[in-house]
């Protein structure tokens, strides 16, 4: 494996940046992927910058608005791991699909695994491992006959207007226990 393409960010300066000094630090990191995207493809657009995504998903290139959306909570908790792999990943997505059929290309395929390994120098993991309970909470409980599950809020909402959900261990339909309470963290 070749050392990664972009510098490693400091992480103590990172620990010690504000949300807009943060902001700005992702801003920087993707300018300088982008910058290196172009060296293969001059005429790469740059991607406009969404810090607007909810959930489980760290990041995501969104061809349809033009630009890169990232998890606002998922970079705050996970700032240098964050730098490192989730821009290049979002750009290495970026630079596929603007290359010539590239709008045909797998997702997770050849041509975006090359791009991560041969122009970011990292390897081509297409999912992360950061801890995601404050990111994208599932404070409603059910449960079945073999074990209790967590939903989120919008799962929540389809049960409530009529959608059933089955364990996929034992089959049972599941029932509604109640709401988790998540302590404080002041």
């Given at each position: 494996?070749?050392r990664?393409a972009?510098p490693?960010p400091?992480?103590e300066r990172l620990?010690a ?13 993707v300018?300088?992927a982008?910058r ?5 493809h001059p005429g790469?657009?740059h991607?406009?910058?969404w810090?607007?995504?909810r ?6 290139a969104h061809?349809g608005r033009g ?7 998922l ?9 490192v792999?989730v821009?290049?990943h979002e750009?290495?997505?970026w ?5 010539v ?12 695994q090359?791009v991560m390994?041969?122009l ?7 999912t ?10 599932a ?9 209790e599950?967590?939903f989120?809020?919008?799962r ?6 009529g ?14 226990l109640?709401?988790?309470a ?5």
């Amino acid at each position: 494996m070749t050392r990664p393409a972009l510098p490693h960010p400091d992480p103590e300066r990172l620990a010690a940046l504000d949300d807009e000094a943060l902001r700005a630090a992702l801003h920087e990191r993707v300018a300088a992927a982008w910058r290196l995207c172009r060296e293969v493809h001059p005429g790469l657009p740059h991607p406009a910058v969404w810090c607007d995504l909810r959930g489980k998903c760290a990041g995501q290139a969104h061809f349809g608005r033009g630009g890169l959306r990232f998890n606002p909570v998922l970079y705050a908790e996970n700032r240098l791991d964050f730098l490192v792999e989730v821009v290049p990943h979002e750009m290495a997505h970026w630079l596929v699909h603007h290359l010539v059929d590239g709008q045909l290309a797998r997702p997770h395929g050849r041509e975006w695994q090359t791009v991560m390994r041969d122009l970011f120098g990292l390897a081509p993991r297409t999912t992360h491992r950061f801890d995601t309970a404050r990111a994208s909470p599932a404070p409603y409980r059910y449960a079945c006959d073999c074990r209790e599950h967590a939903f989120s809020a919008r799962r929540h909402s389809l049960v409530r207007q009529g959608q059933r959900y089955r364990c996929r261990h034992c089959a049972q339909t599941l029932v509604y226990l109640g709401v988790v309470a998540f302590e404080s963290d002041t």
